[in-house]
């Protein structure tokens, strides 16, 4: 066993005796850098991991009628067995080995289920497939604390939010407790890999039960069109992305290492729900879905969510200088209750939505420029980029001719990356300088 | 309580639970009452579990003036409020008429049977306000085959479905044929 991973061992143990919080034994750890080596044996042997699950599930996908279902559903139990049993054998002396192992008997026990499924024709929408694997698997990630049966259940979680169409109270109550059981695991163990999988998961749970609620209402009202009621998905997730954003944050994160999670998250999320806005399809359908004036639910998300983003920033210490921080989230609220209030039935919707993408993506530049965060601030140039692109292709892809459409794009591109680039690299460079050189925050 | 311990516990667990999965659909197959339906075929494959063709039953739609109704909310005049019985279990009872079984009434809670008949558990997926009709899921509408061999069955419009419902109402597909002409 490396010493890393002896010293991980030994800190959850005193974490579980009582003996150092689990901000101290994050404390403790990050004193010991694991090389790269290390994390590269870790990626190797879960790839390894996930292609063998993989295979084996495919193998009982093809339903070989030549081995017979009972032998199947035999083999498939005893390799679970055997995953299991080789993971616990080799978590003496090859703790990296043993977790790879174990993740595979988690995939085996869902394969198992499919199978199952599979030999007595249950039907292809089986959302309770995916909740008994979860089930299944949630167990080993509590009992044995372990990273990669928490990031599988994290993933089945948001499979299984996604697919489940049912509306019933239990199963919300029971999807907002596998989440409180997840979040929970993330923060204890603490899990950055299984924790960005769980927001995703999150984000999606949210989505979707804000749109099953919403078409119960317009249901109720008779004023229903489904595919209009489509456009509320990017809004409620850039509501949602963008308090990510503010969440990196708060104190719970930054000790445990989490803010990077939450700021790349924040910003990605938010960045792809603001370019979906811009697309002219999306202002069509959200005239039309506005037009009957039910988007007042939309309201109260949004009131929510800024008082949900208020208190994340009070928390974090004096509101004015916060609020100065998170740009990018005043802008993003400005921009939904604009699309709200001010939009709806206007032409210039579109044009708004487009101007409001660049503002944002500003904001981010802004927003790192003043935490002199090199990360958040590369990714504002990167979604700036982007949506530049987008537009030009927008624009003149119907107006130049093809030739000069590709050769002005190609010089612009290629002269203000390399402008951009010189800018970017002064400031860092100035940046890092003021800070007496480097510190997490400088990772470009 | 010891690592290997926990992780043994939950390996016999997990087995259990397949073989529970097993047995709670064996149990179905083994002492369910065999219902021969008229089938009407569609296609696809599914990522977990490979190819599959998906089934369409003549009990799939029921017209509501054909069958005895006994859904509390279904006097209405302009069809039902179907989120009464979205996603609740509602009760087809089943009886053979010819070589097929059909069904003869509808029920929001279990109904009492008379000789010859069959329950099934169903789902209401939508109320067909246009043609007044119920759209039903009853769990069977996929049948999974080797690989190849979903074209072929998909290819035939004259399919019949050996399913088998237990005292509970739970159906399981038997066998999916071409009917013989």
């Known amino acids: ?444 | 309580m010891k690592r290997g311990h926990k992780l043994f516990l939950i390996v016999i667990l997990q087995v259990v639970f397949l073989l529970g999965m097993v047995g709670f659909k064996y149990h179905t197959l083994h002492f369910g009452a065999p219902v021969l339906l008229k089938t009407l075929p569609v296609d696809p494959w599914d990522m977990f579990r490979g190819e599959y063709v998906r089934l369409g039953y003549e009990i799939s739609s029921i017209k509501r003036g054909g069958i005895e109704d006994n859904l509390n909310a279904s006097g209405q005049v302009n069809g039902i409020k179907q989120e009464i019985y979205q996603n609740k279990t509602l009760y087809v009872v089943l009886e053979k008429r010819g070589n097929y079984w059909s069904a003869v009434s509808i029920w929001d809670k279990k109904p009492r049977l008379k000789d010859g008949q069959v329950f099934i558990k169903a789902r209401l997926q939508y109320y067909d306000n246009r043609r007044d009709e119920y759209r039903l899921t009853y769990g069977i509408e996929s049948y999974y085959v080797p690989e190849g061999e979903g074209k072929k069955l998909e290819r035939q419009s004259n399919l019949e479905a050996l399913v088998r419902v237990d005292r509970f109402g739970n159906a399981v597909i038997e066998t999916v044929s071409i009917i013989k002409s």
């Not at chain 1, 009982?60 to 679970?80: C, D, H, L, Q, T």
């Not at chain 1, 249901?219 to 990510?244: C, E, K, M, Y």
């Not at chain 1, 003043?370 to 990167?382: A, E, H, M, P, V």
């Not at chain 1, 982007?386 to 119907?398: A, D, G, H, K, S």
Request: glycine share 8%; hydrophobic share 55%.
């Open chain 1, 1 to 444: 066993m490396s010493r890393i991973s002896w010293l991980k061992k030994e800190t959850e143990a005193w974490v579980g005796k009582g003996i150092v919080t689990v901000d101290q034994a994050g404390r403790i750890m990050e004193l010991y850098p694991e090389d790269n080596r290390n994390r590269l044996i870790s990626a190797l042997l879960v790839l390894g991991a996930i292609l063998v699950g993989a295979g084996i599930i495919l193998f009982f996908a093809s339903n070989w009628e030549y081995i017979p279902k009972w032998v199947r559903v035999g083999i498939i139990i005893a390799a679970m067995v055997s995953f299991y049993l080789s993971s616990h054998l080799a978590s003496g002396g090859y703790p990296k080995v043993s977790a790879a192992l174990l993740l595979l008997g988690c995939v085996a026990f869902g394969s198992g289920i499919w199978l199952i499924a599979q030999i007595f024709h249950i039907n292809s929408h089986f959302p309770n497939g995916i909740l008994f694997w979860l089930l299944g698997v949630l167990p080993v990630a509590f009992f044995l604390k372990e990273h990669l049966p928490l990031a599988l259940s994290s993933l089945l979680l948001g499979a299984w939010v996604a697919v489940e169409h049912d509306l019933s109270p239990f199963v919300i109550l029971a999807a907002v407790f596998l989440f409180a059981a997840v979040f929970y695991l993330n923060y204890q163990m603490p899990s950055p890999f299984a924790l960005a999988v769980s927001l995703i998961s999150a984000v999606i749970f949210i989505n979707k039960e804000i749109y099953l609620v919403y078409e119960q209402y317009l249901n109720h009202n008779g004023g229903f069109r489904p595919d209009n009621l489509l456009s509320i998905v990017p809004i409620v997730t850039l509501l949602s992305g963008q308090l990510l954003a503010v969440m990196a944050g708060v104190s719970a994160n930054s000790k445990r290492n989490f803010t990077f999670i939450y700021s790349l998250l924040g910003i990605v999320i938010s960045g792809f729900s603001l370019y979906l806005m811009s697309f002219v399809e999306f202002s069509r359908m959200f005239e039309k879905f506005s037009r009957d004036g039910t988007y007042w639910p939309l309201l109260a998300l949004c009131a929510i969510s800024v008082g949900a983003g208020l208190y994340f920033i009070k928390k974090q210490g004096d509101l004015k200088s916060g609020m100065k921080d998170n740009i990018p989230w005043l802008v993003t609220v400005a921009a939904v209750l604009m699309v709200l209030l001010v939009s709806p039935g206007k032409p210039y919707l579109v044009v708004m939505l487009n101007l409001v993408m660049f503002i944002w993506a500003l904001a981010v530049i802004a927003a790192g420029y003043r935490t002199q965060n090199t990360f958040c601030f590369t990714l504002g140039i990167l979604a700036f980029t982007f949506f530049t692109i987008t537009e030009y292709f927008n624009l003149f892809w119907e107006m130049l001719p093809k030739s000069l459409f590709f050769m002005v794009g190609g010089v612009v591109l290629m002269v203000g990356g390399a402008l951009l680039e010189r800018q970017r690299r002064k400031l860092v460079g100035s940046w890092k300088a003021s800070k007496g050189g480097g510190g997490d925050e400088t990772r470009a």
